[in-house]
């Protein structure tokens, strides 16, 4: 596979070990837990060579989220209230909706395609996304892009 420097947005639990350790590690130096790499790396179990390897690489989703676009799919019930619910979740983390798209239901589902901006005070954008995805009637939740 040639790198052409693509991004892929990957759940948590998929993630190798080591890339869980490297967040890890950022997290405690960004919040000044530690003072050097070497002590977060030691602190995590994690080599200095792979956190140098990876730090670059990895980070959260909501990370440099400030002033994105985010274009995300759900599956979801046709259900009175539901859709009011989803758009609910994301006005109250302070993101701009962009556009909407929902298509007719089909056997009592439904397609919805979301465009949202993340503004600079902006909540956390994995917390509202798993806070959708937890919603009663939501049957899938994917991120296509995210620019």
Known sequence: MENKGEY???REKALPEVLLKVVEA???????KVNTVQEATEQVGLSRSSFYKYKDDIFPFHEDANGKTITFVMQMDD???LLSQVLKKVAESNINILTINQTIPINGIA???LSVEVLSGSKDISQMLEEIEAEKGIHYLKVLSKS
């Open 111 to 113: 397609s919805l395609t």
């Open 8 to 10: 892929f947005v990957v």
């Open 79 to 81: 259900e009175p209230g």
């Open 26 to 32: 950022k997290n405690l130096l960004d919040k000044m």
